[in-house]
């Protein structure tokens, strides 16, 4: 079964009829119960199963939880990324966020947060159906792993965004709903044991990439090895990560690896390729709206100035100087991350052809959230540009174990991994590593991919400092309670006041 292409349509209904998703009111507590769902599950079919479980994948999609507001909350916040646009259109708040001076009122936290826990109630609920089944245990077991994953997914992100955050693991009734227990924040450590729980269950349960038993898109044992070792990097289990990010390069969790091409990895022809651990699976579906909404088209060249061209977006996150900077000379990656806006012109790789810069609101722009109109799939609709988000792939994974074997003081180890990065980058190889350099290598392969300003905050824990100098030479102060995102006030007030707010915020 091919996840999102076959089965979009079916399981959006269906999560509408079994599943019954959060309502309109923004309050991510108010999950009305399984029902009659709950009374049968021990009849559920296979078929159906399969179907629940796509409808939690699904949740990737849906609204802004990969889309504009998380485009925000990631790249523009960190230095990778300046606002964009023009100085007048501030949609919504992001000149804010992008300075780092947002308060509690800003209404993308409250999207974020609502649409992160929207995933986290789809997979309790799936999780309850599944537990109570009466399927085969092989698959009862896989489909339960992959859920579990989807949920440890779901608040590796809330917990990195807003610190402790309370700890919903399983389906609440409509009573419990509105009880303190469930409206008070866990701490950050209680939160990263139940991540950790779910991917060692899904570790040790879901199947191979490429396995009979699996499917494109779908958590793999790759996947849930990479994320575990993500998860231990932040935990500084160094071992931990040291081992399980060797298990994939060593290939015993499936076959993964780098494409020749780094220019390739965001492309339609590099969605679930082996160097894939995990994405976010878009489609085409009847209703042209089975992909993340407005992320490529957010993010993509706008017209300015002299205007006299069909733009292809609204100019958002775009790369800053401070990333710029950082790239060596001759690094092949800095051409396949930024759309550099040149005096005659530029061209895409698929012929299309951006005018000069007096014609273009802004000098630079994301190449990595591009989906070609022309030589990609898509349906008509510019807002709903089937485009996978590569959530975790093989080079972070190198990344990862680099860290880690030099943590560990195995510096021959760290050195390998970044020379298996640097040919395709146009680099020659490195003879010594330390750990800013290890640093500097994730910055510029994993640029504008939604990951820096999370790793700026882990290694700010390990080097004091260290991202205060980094907004620093971005223009930005950075303070410490920046460390986290305030807890969005619609929240704190659904909560009545249990729910307490960062440190440092109103």
Known sequence: MNLIRKHKTICCCLMTALLTSITSCSNYLDVKPQGQLDQEASALDPATAQKLVVGVYNTMWEGDMHGFAYVQMTNIASDDADKGSNPGDDLPNSGAIDNLTMDASVNTLNSIWRLFFLGVSRANQALSSLESSTLDATMKNQLIGEVRFLRAYFYFDLVRFFGGVPKIDRVITPQEAGSAAFQTRASVDEIYALIIEDLEYALANVATKG??????????????????????????????????????????????????????????????????????????????????????????????????????????????????????DGDLREGA?????????????????????????????NYKSYHSQAAESNCGNRGRLPKNLRILRYGEILLIHAEAALALGNPGAAIADINALHPRAGL?????????????????????????????????????????????????????????????????????GNLKQNDGYN
């Not at 800013?436 to 882990?458: G, K, N, Q, T």
């Not at 807890?487 to 659904?494: E, V």
């Open 211 to 328: 396995a009979a038993n699996s499917a494109a898109g779908r958590a793999s044992k790759g996947a849930a090895a990479g994320m575990l070792a993500k998860v231990m990097l932040y935990r500084q289990n160094w071992q931990r990560a040291f081992s399980l990010t060797d298990s994939i390069i060593t290939q015993k969790v499936g076959a993964y690896g780098l494409l020749d091409s780094y220019f390739e990895i965001w492309r339609e022809t590099g969605a679930n390729s082996k160097e894939s651990l995990f994405e976010v699976q878009t489609g085409i579906n009847s209703a042209c709206e089975a992909a993340i909404a407005n992320y490529a088209e957010c993010q993509a060249p706008r017209a300015g100035g002299k205007f006299g061209w069909a733009d292809l977006g609204w100019g958002f996150g775009t790369p800053s100087q401070s990333l710029v900077d950082e790239y060596d």
């Open 337 to 365: 991350t930024i759309i550099f806006i040149n005096p005659n012109g530029t061209f895409l790789w698929d012929g299309f052809r951006i005018p000069s810069r007096d014609s273009v609101e802004s000098a630079r722009y």
């Open 428 to 496: 020659g190889p490195v003879s010594s590593v330390t750990r800013e350099s290890i640093w500097h290598e994730r910055r510029v392969e994993l640029a504008m991919e939604h990951d820096r300003f999370f790793d700026l905050m882990r290694q700010n824990a390990l080097a004091p400092g260290r991202a205060a100098a980094a907004f620093a030479a971005h223009g930005k102060t950075f303070a410490d309670k920046n460390r986290v995102f305030p807890i969005p006030q619609r929240q704190i007030d659904l909560g009545g």
